[in-house]
């Protein structure tokens, strides 16, 4: 299981805002291969139980999550250049059915989570999070947009994995 010094999901510097960011990531995905990328630009990304919604009348699943910008970030310890977070929002469209594991929404309303993958199965896109719990997400065909909201703010921890980075 990844480790994550929660500190940098509280920066004082987050935008109050969306301002668009010339940086900013837009994905759409289609396929397997095309959720594998999704995955990797949202591993260590911290979700809010409270920012997940499935609206049910147009069936679709959505979720804002706090980004880690893999994409941009500078060597370890790099002084000079801060690593950076940005919100992002996920659209999954078509889906018919939301299954969950090991959220307790009632008990822990604003838990936070840590996304450690979203993969492609035959009946849909689960959201493998840490600690054991999940999102299944029953889809007849995959379509998924990303988008970065806002512009990143600075953090001063990066996630952190037992095998390195």
């Given at each position: 299981m990844a480790g994550l010094n929660m500190?940098?999901?509280?920066?004082?510097?987050?935008?109050?805002?969306?301002?668009?960011?010339?940086r900013a990531?837009?994905?759409?995905?289609?396929?397997?291969?095309?959720?594998?990328?999704?995955?990797?630009f949202l591993q260590d990304a911290l979700i809010d139980l409270g920012d997940m919604a499935f609206i049910e009348g147009e069936r679709r699943f959505a979720v804002v999550v706090t980004r880690f910008r893999?994409?941009?970030t500078p060597k370890k310890g790099d002084p000079k250049q801060p690593a950076e977070r940005v919100l992002?929002?996920?659209?999954?469209?078509?889906?018919?059915r939301v299954q969950t594991r090991g959220i307790d929404a009632r008990a822990e309303p604003r838990r936070i989570f840590e996304l450690l993958a979203v993969q492609a199965e035959p009946e849909g896109v689960r959201?493998?999070?840490?600690?054991?719990?999940?999102?299944?997400?029953?889809?007849?065909?995959?379509?998924?947009?990303?988008?970065?909201?806002?512009e990143p703010w600075p953090v001063f921890a990066r996630p952190s994995h037992p095998d390195g980075d």
């Open positions: 500190t940098d999901a509280k920066s004082p510097k987050r935008p109050k805002s969306p301002v668009p960011d010339k990531l837009r994905l759409r995905a289609v396929d397997a291969d095309d959720v594998a990328v999704i995955s990797a893999w994409e941009d992002c929002g996920l659209s999954f469209e078509g889906v018919v959201l493998v999070l840490a600690g054991g719990a999940e999102v299944r997400l029953e889809m007849a065909e995959i379509s998924i947009h990303l988008k970065d909201l806002g």
